[in-house]
Nanobody, 115 residues
Framework: QVQLVESGGGLVQAGGSLRLSCAAS????????MGWFRQAPGKGREFVAS???????DYAGSVRGRFTISRDNAKNTVYLQMNSLKPEDTAVYYC?????????WGQGTQVTVSS
């Protein structure tokens, strides 16, 4: 069982930056594929970024070049550095952990970007 706790959300002006963190409990963190998803009001949850156990990364087209995902296996933590934020980035951001057939979600953290 893995528990995920996100932090770092908040209110920021367009063009600003935020860094989200996701702390994971449990064992074998380094083996998990870690990801970030987001859900805007009235919309479905969408993929933002992921990082594999070997450090390979993937990004949604809407955030590529602005967001960076990273992980610190010694701290059981994954990060999402968000730069050049836009109002359309406003959403609840969720941390995700996947290993084989198991998937875990955090409770989410709100990011609001004002214009």
């Amino acid at each position: 069982q893995v528990q995920l706790v996100e932090s770092g959300g908040g209110l920021v002006q367009a063009g600003g930056s935020l860094r989200l963190s996701c702390a994971a409990s449990g064992r074998h963190f380094s083996s998990y594929v870690m990801g970030w998803f987001r859900q805007a009001p009235g919309k479905g949850r969408e993929f933002v970024a992921s990082i594999s156990s070997t450090g390979s990364t993937d990004y949604a087209g809407s955030v590529r070049g602005r967001f960076t995902i990273s992980r610190d296996n010694a701290k059981n933590t994954v990060y999402l550095q968000m730069n050049s934020l836009k109002p359309e980035d406003t959403a609840v951001y969720y941390c995700n952990a996947r290993l084989r057939f198991s998937t875990y979600w955090g409770q989410g953290t709100q990011v609001t970007v004002s214009s």
